[in-house]
């Protein structure tokens, strides 16, 4: 009986040979790109799901509540760890981490290691399994524990276990002993480094001069509490404890007219789950993790495994009349309708079956261009789990019940006597085959329209003034043994001659981010005049403003002729706003270590941050000799590749071992907009290959549409109507249609558009014509493609159509 299916199924498709073809090349793409997007978004749902404490693993925030309103900090004091483990129940184990970059070396060999400073308790509390040595890691502050990878790359082939890596600390060598290897960190993972050293082994400013104090926040604290403790039991046991630790805060903030919390709190701390790391989204100052953007791409896999499955629906409805005789002779030789349901059914397996297999192979095939391009190390292996296995089959089924089995059942259910005449009522499948068309079209208007508007907000950001000049300042780390300051000597005594470079400077702060993936962020707070006053800060040396062209907008820039301009500070408009002066050039400011220093010049805004950030108030203080990170080298526009490469050549001569990590300023901006870059393309190939598959069905109805009127077609040619005319006529039905999804499409784009648009503080005009465009261009392809068969159908000859007939 089942080789009997196959047959006949078999030898049905194969003389549809065409819309077997069409079937199967749609369902194949779809497939294919379905797959890929469903493991890149799995992959992203996956991250830090790996630790076998997930459940119960947080990072600790807190909330403030502020005159201004409510705002987030992670960022802890050295002591708050150990007080909040002694006096708040409900903490199993309690860690402090700070993420950043070591300077490793081994001889000569000397290498940028990605760091993370912690406590032992760390590797208790998340799963970074060891491969071999000590297996409580970090224990002593002269111990490290190295990646596989960061073994590799400091000791080659020989043991790396017991050996001395020296770590450049404090402008200094120190000497650690390995004496921990581990796997190397997963890419699903949010903390990732390459080696982990004992949190009281950072460098002095951020340990030593710490110790004990609650006013210097420099560190995240994660924690993982007893079975049984919910995170918000743990969060309201904390008051008592915040109301002890923060209260010179708390009263200060009463004081600046602060609102509490609907519990009167000032001061909130809060749990955020470690496997929410991934999708944080603040909103009223509370860390909200938002899941939007991989459902979003799930999503367009399931529109584009829906367009196709559409067309399957489609076609195999509307070529049903060609079956009609077929279905009355096996109905009048006995076939029932679970028979003929299978038969028809089956037809339907094969082809999807075989889709599938191609859809698979075609995801293989373009699964590392789909890396590349999007930017992701999503592989298949990543997401293989019984779990999503079984939804993977469990949607398959689904699928191929809906498209394959309405289909069958309509043509099961046709009487002997209507399919024996060949005739049938087709105004109902009709019906169903004009509303999937709409929503066909429907769908793909909305992705265009999605795509339009994020590549007008993309070309927005990348287009602002942002205030700085970026198209000619080469910014890269100062990533060698040298001391800053005697870094940034040497680098200006290697450019002073050279025509082509105009100035140069550095400061501790990235614009952008780098090639080294770095971005600090350093706030601080003091007493302004009865009130507590906020400010980012920003360290530079001379020439700051010059190099990056900021704009003096009140008063001056530094001066070095100037010695008391080390007591002097240089505030952006947002900080004039926020100090409330009359006259901010005469303010004095008691910010660092109870000086006072006195505003020289007030600076246009400039985004000092990313983007979807206001510009928030910056104070600029001169100090040449501070730990500053990152020179900026402003260069003359003329040729710009070879200034490049003069500036790379003049710091491998001052660092011969250290990397070159340079970029102009427009690649750093461009890499802040990293996400925005990748929707912006997932959404377009969405587009695309959403109105590929759409061409594809609505070529196949028109096929269709034309071969069933063909004696229509010749009579009218007959009585005297145009080539014009008639493409006129088949063509209008199918236009409507789509005129009619494009009135449903556009209220919906608008208004996810607009939503979606006021996540940034800074964005573009929300335009009809962009919608207007997307329906236009779908309009036009819809055109293109119907008119292909009409206009062919229309120029034959009128009497082999009535022969045909």
């Known amino acids: 009986m089942i080789k009997n299916y196959i047959i006949i199924a078999w030898r049905s498709l194969w003389k549809e040979k065409t819309y077997t073809f069409l079937n199967l090349f749609g369902l194949s793409v779809a497939f294919g790109v379905a797959i890929l997007l469903t493991v890149y978004a799995l992959f992203e749902l996956s ?23 409510p705002q987030p900090g992670i960022a802890q004091p050295l002591p708050f760890s150990k007080a909040l483990q002694d006096e708040v129940p409900g903490v199993k184990s309690i860690t402090r981490f700070n993420g950043g970059s070591v300077l490793a070396s081994i001889g000569e ?35 490290i524990a190295l990646s596989e990878k960061a073994a590799k790359t400091l000791f080659g082939t020989k043991e790396a276990l017991g050996k001395l890596v020296n770590i450049f600390i404090d402008e200094k060598e120190v000497p650690f002993t390995v004496t ?48 049984g403790i919910s995170p918000h039991q743990f969060e309201n046991a904390t008051q008592d404890f915040t109301n002890l630790h923060y209260q010179n805060d708390i009263i200060n903030a009463k004081r600046d007219g602060a609102k509490p919390n609907q519990d009167g ?98 995801s293989n095939l373009l699964l590392k261009p789909f890396q590349t391009l999007f930017n992701t190390k999503a592989t298949f292996s990543d997401i293989v789990s019984l779990t999503n296995i079984i939804g993977f089959i469990v949607t398959l089924v689904i699928i191929t019940l809906i498209a394959g089995g309405y289909p069958a059942l309509l043509l099961s259910k046709i009487g002997t006597l209507k399919a024996l005449k060949g005739k049938i009522q087709v105004n109902g499948g009709n019906r169903l085959r004009n509303a999937l068309i709409v929503v066909q079209f429907s769908i793909a208007i909305l992705l265009i329209s999605g795509t339009l508007v994020l590549w007008n907000q993309l070309e927005f950001m990348r287009n602002k003034d ?23 000597q040497l680098l200006r005594n290697e450019l002073q001659n050279k025509p082509e470079v105009i100035s140069v400077s550095a400061s501790n702060n990235i614009l952008g981010i780098g090639k080294d993936r770095s971005t600090t962020t350093s706030v601080t707070g003091f007493e302004h005049k009865g009130r507590v006053v906020k400010t980012n800060i920003l360290i530079v040396d001379k020439d700051y403003s010059k190099t990056v062209d900021l704009e003096i907008m009140q008063g001056r820039s530094f001066d070095n002729a100037r010695a008391s301009d080390s007591l002097s500070v240089l505030i952006n408009e947002a900080m004039a706003k926020e100090l409330d002066e009359k006259e901010p050039l005469t303010a004095r400011l008691g910010i660092m270590e109870d000086r006072q220093y ?36 402003k260069v003359s526009p003329n040729n710009l590749s070879d200034s490049f490469n003069e500036v790379k050549t003049a710091w491998n001569i001052i660092e011969p071992n250290a990397e070159f990590l340079g970029s102009f300023l427009d690649e750093n901006i461009d890499r802040t907009l990293e996400k925005e870059r990748n929707m912006t393309t997932m959404i377009t190939a969405g587009s695309i290959i959403a109105i590929i598959l759409s061409c594809v069905g ?45 009135l449903i499409a556009t209220p919906i784009a608008w208004y996810f558009s607009n939503e979606w648009l006021q996540n940034y503080p800074y964005r573009m005009n929300l335009s009809l014509w962009i919608f207007a465009a997307a329906g236009i261009i779908a309009l036009i392809i819809a055109i293109l493609t119907i008119s292909f068969r009409t206009i062919r159908a229309a120029m034959q000859n009128p009497v082999k159509s009535l022969r045909t007939e």
């Open 47 to 69: 991250y830090n799901k790996f630790h076998e404490n997930a459940d119960t693993i947080y990072q600790v925030y807190r909330t403030e509540y502020t005159s201004k309103g």
């Open 466 to 488: 942002l205030g700085f000049n970026k198209e000619q300042v080469i910014a890269f780390p100062l990533n060698g043994k040298r001391e800053d300051f005697q870094a940034m």
């Open 180 to 227: 921990t290897i581990m796997e190397d960190v997963p890419v699903e993972s949010n903390i990732s480094f390459d080696i982990a050293l004992n949190f009281q082994s950072q460098p002095y400013h951020a340990y030593e001069r710490n110790v004990g104090s609650w006013d210097n926040s420099n560190h995240e604290v994660y924690l993982q509490l007893e079975k």
């Open 109 to 143: 060999n000397q290498v940028h290691l990605q760091s993370a400073f912690v406590d032992p308790e760390f590797f208790s509390i998340f799963t970074f399994p060891i491969i071999k040595g000590d297996q409580n890691p970090v224990s002593g502050k002269s111990e």
């Open 598 to 633: 006195s505003v020289i010049g007030i600076i246009k805004d400039f985004n000092f941050q990313s983007l979807d950030k206001e510009v928030e108030p910056l104070t600029i203080f001169l100090n040449p000799n501070w730990n500053l990170r990152y020179a900026y080298v």
């Open 265 to 362: 709190q000032y001061i909130q701390q809060r749990l955020l789950s470690v496997k929410d790391l991934n999708f944080v989204k603040i909103e009223n100052g509370m860390a909200v993790p938002s899941r939007i953007y991989p459902y979003l791409i799930l999503s367009i896999a399931f529109l584009i495994l829906f367009i196709a499955s559409v067309n399957f629906i489609n076609m195999n409805i509307a070529k049903s009349s060609r079956r009609l005789r077929e279905i009355g002779m096996r109905k009048t030789l006995g076939a029932n309708k679970s028979q003929l349901f299978f038969q028809f059914w089956g037809e339907s397996i094969l082809i999807f079956l075989s889709a599938l297999i191609i859809g698979l192979f075609v």
């Open 698 to 742: 609505l070529f196949a109805i028109s096929l269709l549409v034309v071969s069933q009127r063909r004696k229509e077609i010749g009579i009218r040619k007959v009585v005297g109507a145009s080539v014009g005319k008639i493409t006129v006529l088949l063509t209008t039905d199918f236009l409507k249609l789509v005129v009619v999804a494009f």
